[in-house]
């Protein structure tokens, strides 16, 4: 005998052995193990190949494809204009009295590791009222540039901000806009720098929360525009993090903020008033706050204290 056809003899001894193994465990009720030692027929040979090849395209009713169950509801910028009226002034400790009120109590209260970056104890420039537009960047799945030429690293970088990492929401942001950000916690990324925030307080932004990081702090705080945040972020985003969505619910501060919700900032933190309440809430803490300059202004007139921003 050749060897060839001891090689031939062989591998059809070897599929007989094959089909008889698939056979028992099947007749066993190794069903499911049977299936995986079975050759994959055409069809799911064929869709693995194109998935490989990044070919399929997702059915948009297929709950695989995911879906969003939270709507976004639009508002009208007039009524923007009305409802940020109502909390013009407001301070947080108010509006959360207003949230009591309401019967929201415990809700909407930014965790305190969310703080101002800076603080104007003076005039209170730091605080600020706003209409939630929101964007989530997530951690990235890609790799790092690498070492590469520093024209090839440039073109990295510029690609990862447009197309990974990009700003898709700034065409939202109009006067009265507070700017929410969920961000990767855990990235050392500076989503926020003292450029971009400039060209956001350009379009009209009141402030701007994040969930995580800021970098140009100094600058930030210099250019005097409200920003609060968890900590300093050095790095840049290309590399680090992704943008997954514009204008969806997001979790900042372990609270819940969806588009068009008011966002009210002080030294003492963050309130998030769901968009709903809104007006009820206002109303109260207007008449908590008038009646606390009331009776400041009276301890003032009596201590000789001069009346600053606060009690006027």
């Known amino acids: 005998m050749t060897t060839a056809s001891r090689t031939t003899r062989a591998s059809r001894t070897t599929s007989a052995s094959r089909r008889t193994l698939i056979a028992a465990l099947a007749a066993i009720g190794g069903a499911a193990i049977a299936r995986a030692l079975a050759p994959p027929p055409a069809a799911a040979r064929a869709a693995g190949a194109a998935g490989a090849a990044g070919a399929a395209v997702a059915d948009p009713d297929d ?4 879906k969003g169950f939270i709507p976004t509801r639009v508002y009208g910028e007039e009524e923007d204009r009305k409802l940020l009226e109502l909390f013009r002034g407001l301070r947080v400790a108010d509006v959360s009295d207003g949230m009591d009120r309401a019967g929201l109590q415990g809700i909407g209260l930014v965790s305190p590791e969310i703080r101002p970056l800076w603080k104007d104890t003076a005039r209170y420039t730091h605080r600020f009222v706003g209409i ?8 990235t799945q890609s790799p790092p540039a690498g ?7 440039d073109a990295w970088v510029g690609k990862w901000y447009s197309g990974l990492s990009p700003e898709p929401f700034v065409p939202l942001i109009h006067p009265g806009t507070a700017l929410v950000i969920e961000d990767a916690e855990d990235a050392d990324v500076g989503s926020i720098g ?6 956001w307080k350009q379009r009209g932004c009141a402030g701007v929360v ?25 790095g840049i985003r290309p590399g680090r993090n992704e943008i997954e969505s514009v204008n969806r619910p997001v979790v900042c501060g372990g609270v819940q903020v ?4 008011v966002v009210v900032a002080d030294g003492d933190g963050v309130i998030v008033v ?3 309440a809104a007006e009820e809430v206002a109303r109260y803490a207007r008449k908590i706050l008038d009646g606390d300059k009331a009776s400041r202004r009276a301890l003032y007139e009596k201590l000789g204290l001069p009346l600053d921003e606060s009690v006027k």
Do not use: C, H, M, Q
């Not at 709950?63 to 995911?66: E, K, T, W």
């Not at 070492?147 to 690293?153: G, I, P, V």
């Open 63 to 66: 709950p695989r494809a995911g």
């Open 132 to 139: 939630a537009v929101t964007a989530r960047y997530v951690p």
């Open 147 to 153: 070492r590469r030429s520093e024209a090839e690293f």
């Open 194 to 199: 003292s450029n971009n925030i400039l060209s």
């Open 210 to 234: 994040t969930s995580a990081t800021a970098r140009d702090t100094d600058e930030i705080a210099a250019e005097g525009i409200p920003l609060y945040f968890k900590r300093p972020g050095r």
């Open 258 to 261: 969806r588009p068009g919700d």
């Open 274 to 276: 769901p968009r709903a």
